[in-house]
């Protein structure tokens, strides 16, 4: 036993999988373009520091980190884990089940646990299916990873998914945690290359180094194409003062001078961002963050208090201009006040990027055309268009196969992939070349272009860096060009 277990504490290793992130057949990128720190397991990480145990967190999407399982996993070795925990999408967790297990042939005796989004969507299956995992943790991962590293009886830890004897018993869920408040700041000094190394998308900032934060869990609402396994419906957020001094502590400890919030629902509590902006502005960190909004829930007053703060673009789920699309998919929003707020967005001189999806159940040839024409008439400043991906999860899961044709390959599952292809579209290669003609359409787009070349100075960080990795940005480019067969 040694000195750390004899105290009843740990040697931990959190482990975030690669996965497959890109394009069949084409070089995954996808850690040059955006690097995200995994927040999840930062969060997960500083509640088991906090504790007392030794944490080592192992990103395999980080920088200089090869992507050889074997190499990881002597890596994750080196380090003597007495528990190693991953945490795994769909289209990861294949890695994190082949890590487990060759994990397990070198050292039996560490325990192996894995949680996220697939793992509690899936639940009790995934047991039975991988048998190099111990247990499985469902729904949010703090209180259950601590209460296992602490030795607690395995039957007794809500959240827990575990094996007795020869049967998988599904512990009872774990409650949400109520106030966010108590979780100490994210372990970001666990991570290497943090902040330099974890680029922000390119062209979405104006100063360097960047960092992610979230700020609620949790959703009010239940569009048909979202997995809300782990944090379940309801809206629960940190407090305007705690969102504050997470910026500052960025600032002050790591130099971060912009940051992207990855909340839902940023706005959906008007007065907690109205504090927010009201001390930003009162008592400024020298920084930028973009959010996301959802229509309906800004106003002229609050989003001109955004940019007082330093918000520098605001996104926007629209995700269809096909009205049938948007009854379906994502109730309550219509296009009439999705051009409105993009408009209001603008007006408060804050930059507006549209988040679209493309290939989802009932698209048609028409649908996108329509969704493409919308897009460019909306003057946005940045878009983004994801690839429709079924997840297990998500309120549209059990019918997905009676909609189209599904190949249920998680490792493509990952939104850069049509897995699915409706059967409103002949094939996935044609669902494949509109889609590159949608992307390519609308950075070509002259009015795109102009507002470019006015910030070209503004943008000096990022085309700095493209600059250097030209050679993976131009593989990329070849991904978007529209064959000539589709």
Same mark, same amino acid.
């Given at each position: 036993m040694n000195e750390l277990s004899a105290k009843g504490k740990?040697? +931990?290793? %959190?482990v975030h999988p690669r996965g497959f992130n890109w394009l069949p057949g084409s070089r995954d990128v996808t850690d040059v373009a955006n690097r995200m720190a995994p927040q999840g397991l930062l969060s997960i990480a500083a509640c088991l520091l906090k504790e007392g145990h030794e944490v080592f967190l192992y990103d395999c999407l980080g920088p200089g980190v090869s992507p050889d399982l074997d190499v990881q996993v002597k890596t994750i070795l080196a380090y003597g884990p007495e528990l190693v925990g991953f945490s795994a999408t769909t289209?990861?967790? =294949?890695?994190a089940a082949e890590m487990?297990?060759?994990i397990k042939e070198s050292a039996r005796d560490i325990l192996t646990v894995c949680g996220g989004v697939h793992v509690s969507a899936l639940q009790g299956?995934?047991?039975?299916?991988?048998?190099a995992f111990d247990f499985l943790c469902v729904g949010e991962g703090e209180e259950t990873m601590t209460e296992l590293a602490a030795g607690k009886e395995p039957a007794e830890i809500c959240g827990l998914i575990r094996r007795q004897g020869s049967e998988v018993v &599904?512990? =009872? =869920?774990?409650?949400?945690?109520k106030d966010l408040d108590t979780l100490p700041f994210p372990a970001y000094e666990k991570l290497q290359g943090f902040p330099q190394d974890y680029r922000l998308p390119l062209f979405s900032y104006i100063h360097t180094p960047g960092a992610t934060m979230i700020t609620s869990r949790g959703c009010m609402y239940q569009c048909s194409y979202c997995d809300r396994s782990v944090f379940k419906r309801g809206f629960r957020y940190n407090s305007a003062a705690y969102i504050y001094d997470h910026m500052n502590y960025l600032r002050t400890r790591f130099g971060v001078r912009h940051v992207n919030i990855y909340d839902? %629902? $940023?706005t959906f509590d008007r007065k907690r961002i109205v504090e927010l902006c009201e001390k930003l502005a009162r008592q400024p960190l020298e920084m930028h963050f973009n959010c996301a909004v959802r229509v309906g829930h800004t106003d002229d007053d609050l989003l001109r208090m955004l940019k007082d703060a330093g918000c520098l673009m605001v996104s926007l789920g629209i995700e269809s201009a096909d009205p049938q699309m948007l009854a379906r998919h994502k109730s309550g929003v219509s296009l009439e006040a999705v051009r409105d707020t993009v408009k209001r967005i603008q007006g408060a001189g804050l930059r507006a990027k549209g988040l679209f999806m493309m290939g989802l159940p009932g698209e048609t040839e028409e649908s996108i055309r329509l969704t493409s024409d919308f897009v460019i008439s909306l003057g946005l400043d940045d878009m983004n268009m994801a690839k429709f991906t079924p997840f297990p999860g998500a309120p549209l899961w059990p019918t997905i196969r009676m909609e189209g044709t599904f190949n249920e390959d998680w490792r493509l599952m990952n939104? %850069?992939?049509? &897995? $699915? &292809? =409706?059967?409103? +579209?002949?094939?996935k290669e044609r669902l494949d070349h509109l889609y590159n003609e949608h992307v390519k359409r609308f950075y070509s787009d002259p009015g795109w272009r102009r507002k470019f070349r006015d910030r070209i100075w503004e943008h000096r960080h990022s085309l700095l860096y493209l600059i250097r990795h030209i050679p993976s940005f131009w593989l990329a480019k070849q991904q978007f060009e529209p064959d000539k067969a589709g």
């Open positions: 740990k040697r +931990i290793v %959190l289209s990861s967790f =294949p890695d487990a297990q060759k299956k995934l047991l039975e299916d991988y048998p &599904v512990n =009872p =869920p774990r409650a949400t945690i839902d %629902l $940023f939104c %850069l992939n049509f &897995v $699915f &292809v =409706p059967s409103g +579209i002949s094939s």
